[in-house]
């Protein structure tokens, strides 16, 4: 195997790691809080955004520092291996401490985004570089098929959690421990992944201030601000799925795997769908689709396997429309930055994407955490129309904002087509 297939080995296996470990704590961790380590549900969601503004701010930091401080980055690899411990290890950790401590929760939680920064950083610089080697488009379909398999996993393994009775048991934590101690394992290529970066790929990853005009900055970041409340939004129903009580066979035990698959399914789906749509409409209509496919859930839930089935799937294959489509709209906006003129516009534009990103799932866990304090338990289907409302709500105001297609079209005189990766 040449060192250039090597390389691109190594950062499949590793991003296989470190997506299961993004994946895991969004999906799982405010449960682990209020249902294992029995927390508030609003202490919950407080902590839980709290660690995610925590990982957003040093993601700028870190990629700053990267970049100012060149005898850094020699320390890169330990730093990574390191970081890489003590993600896995504070992610084992968090379900097995006593319940009801806040403050220890807390401090294992930031410990673990901060930890998740230093390595997630250098990591995505070295997608970079393998993307100049071996073309974008190879690299984003390995980083798209891998993470829906993350993704995919952590769905399976809260199923059991869905089950009659699994709260709080030893089961559900060694879950989360077996899920933690997979990705370290996962994880053990990433120093020598990192040693074999050229020193001037981790400067990409430093934001910087675009050389562009102010009116594209402002697209930007309006374009990152509406994703953000989207993605709290949709975040937050997944999250509220695990909390009902709802009998331990049948489709709703299974309904995260279900909506995992459909969001894969989804890639191949909407593309057709929207094929003379401008991106922007195109994702306009995601959005539009998901907020009524919202709406039905608490309609389909409560009435039996089959109906269930037909809203869960609708769902997960609306919000994989969403998903793909902005992915797609931020690779277009970011194409009309001046790259030429300054490097440091992509680092910028991808680090205020994944900063108000992160801040839009840990706004979905305080989202979460205040629906579940608003009602008595058992939290049934009917419990969850009220928080329906409120996402598809914010489904709409997303669609109405990022809604520009006419103007786009008549200026490119085509639409944009839209990556199938």
Not at 97 to 102: F, K, T
Not at 261 to 277: E, G, M
Not at 363 to 381: E, F, K, V
């Given at each position: 195997?040449?060192?250039?297939?090597?390389?691109?080995?190594?950062?499949?296996?590793?991003?296989?790691?470190?997506?299961?470990?993004?994946?895991?704590?969004?999906?799982?961790?405010?449960?682990?809080?209020?249902?294992?380590?029995?927390?508030?549900?609003?202490?919950?969601?407080?902590?839980?955004?709290?660690?995610?503004?925590?990982?957003?701010?040093?993601d700028g930091l870190w990629g700053r520092?990267?970049?100012?401080?060149?005898?850094?980055?020699?320390?890169?690899?330990?730093?990574?291996?390191?970081?890489?411990?003590?993600?896995?290890?504070?992610?084992?950790?968090?379900?097995?401490?006593?319940?009801?401590?806040?403050?220890?929760?807390?401090?294992?939680?930031?410990?673990?985004?901060?930890?998740?920064?230093?390595?997630?950083?250098?990591?995505?610089?070295?997608?970079?570089?393998?993307?100049?080697?071996?073309?974008?488009?190879?690299?984003?379909?390995?980083?798209?098929?891998?993470?829906?398999?993350?993704?995919?996993?952590?769905?399976?393994?809260?199923?059991?959690?869905?089950?009659?009775?699994?709260?709080?048991?030893?089961?559900?934590?060694?879950?989360?421990?077996?899920?933690?101690?997979?990705?370290?394992?996962?994880?053990?290529?990433?120093?020598?992944?990192?040693?074999?970066?050229?020193?001037?790929?981790?400067?990409?990853?430093?934001?910087?201030?675009?050389?562009?005009?102010?009116?594209?900055?402002?697209?930007l970041l309006r374009f990152c601000l509406?994703?953000?409340?989207?993605?709290?939004?949709?975040?937050?129903?997944?999250?509220?799925?695990?909390?009902?009580?709802?009998?331990?066979?049948?489709?709703?035990?299974?309904?995260?795997?279900?909506?995992?698959?459909?969001?894969?399914?989804?890639?191949?789906?909407?593309?057709?769908?929207?094929?003379?749509?401008?991106?922007?409409?195109?994702?306009?209509?995601?959005?539009?689709?998901?907020?009524?496919?919202?709406?039905?859930?608490?309609?389909?839930?409560?009435?039996?396997?089959?109906?269930?089935?037909?809203?869960?799937?609708?769902?997960?294959?609306?919000?994989?429309?969403?998903?793909?489509?902005?992915?797609?709209?931020?690779?277009?906006?970011?194409?009309?930055?001046?790259?030429?003129?300054?490097?440091?516009?992509?680092?910028?534009?991808?680090?205020?994407?994944?900063?108000?990103?992160?801040?839009?799932?840990?706004?979905?866990?305080?989202?979460?955490?205040?629906?579940?304090?608003?009602?008595?338990?058992?939290?049934?289907?009917?419990?969850?129309?009220?928080?329906?409302?409120?996402?598809?709500?914010?489904?709409?105001?997303?669609?109405?904002?990022?809604?520009?297609?006419?103007?786009?079209?008549?200026?490119?005189?085509?639409?944009?087509?839209?990556p199938r990766t």
């Amino acid at each position: 195997m040449r060192p250039g297939q090597r390389q691109l080995l190594a950062f499949g296996v590793t991003h296989g790691g470190k997506s299961l470990l993004w994946a895991g704590s969004d999906a799982l961790f405010l449960y682990t809080l209020i249902e294992i380590l029995e927390i508030s549900p609003p202490l919950a969601g407080g902590l839980f955004i709290l660690a995610s503004f925590c990982n957003a701010l040093l993601d700028g930091l870190w990629g700053r520092t990267l970049s100012r401080t060149p005898t850094l980055q020699a320390g890169v690899p330990a730093i990574g291996a390191g970081a890489a411990v003590l993600a896995c290890a504070m992610f084992a950790l968090l379900p097995m401490l006593r319940p009801d401590a806040a403050l220890a929760a807390g401090l294992v939680l930031v410990a673990f985004r901060c930890a998740f920064s230093l390595l997630d950083v250098p990591h995505n610089a070295v997608a970079a570089v393998l993307a100049g080697t071996h073309g974008h488009l190879a690299v984003a379909r390995w980083r798209t098929a891998i993470g829906a398999g993350a993704a995919l996993v952590v769905a399976a393994t809260a199923i059991p959690l869905l089950m009659a009775n699994a709260a709080g048991t030893g089961t559900a934590k060694w879950l989360l421990v077996a899920l933690g101690g997979g990705a370290l394992v996962m994880l053990a290529p990433l120093p020598w992944l990192l040693a074999t970066v050229p020193r001037e790929a981790m400067r990409s990853a430093a934001p910087a201030r675009p050389g562009t005009d102010a009116a594209r900055r402002r697209d930007l970041l309006r374009f990152c601000l509406v994703q953000m409340v989207g993605f709290a939004a949709l975040a937050s129903v997944g999250k509220a799925i695990l909390h009902l009580d709802i009998a331990g066979t049948g489709v709703m035990a299974n309904a995260l795997l279900l909506i995992a698959a459909l969001r894969l399914a989804s890639i191949w789906i909407w593309p057709p769908l929207t094929a003379r749509l401008p991106l922007s409409a195109s994702l306009a209509v995601a959005y539009l689709a998901t907020g009524v496919a919202v709406l039905l859930l608490p309609v389909g839930i409560g009435h039996g396997d089959i109906a269930a089935l037909a809203v869960l799937s609708a769902y997960g294959v609306a919000v994989g429309g969403v998903i793909l489509m902005v992915w797609s709209r931020f690779s277009e906006l970011l194409a009309q930055l001046d790259l030429a003129a300054d490097r440091g516009a992509a680092a910028y534009g991808y680090s205020l994407f994944t900063a108000t990103t992160k801040i839009g799932l840990g706004l979905s866990g305080l989202m979460t955490g205040l629906w579940i304090a608003d009602h008595a338990p058992p939290l049934n289907a009917s419990n969850l129309s009220n928080l329906a409302l409120i996402v598809a709500t914010l489904c709409a105001a997303c669609a109405a904002l990022g809604w520009r297609g006419r103007r786009e079209a008549s200026h490119a005189g085509a639409p944009s087509p839209i990556p199938r990766t």
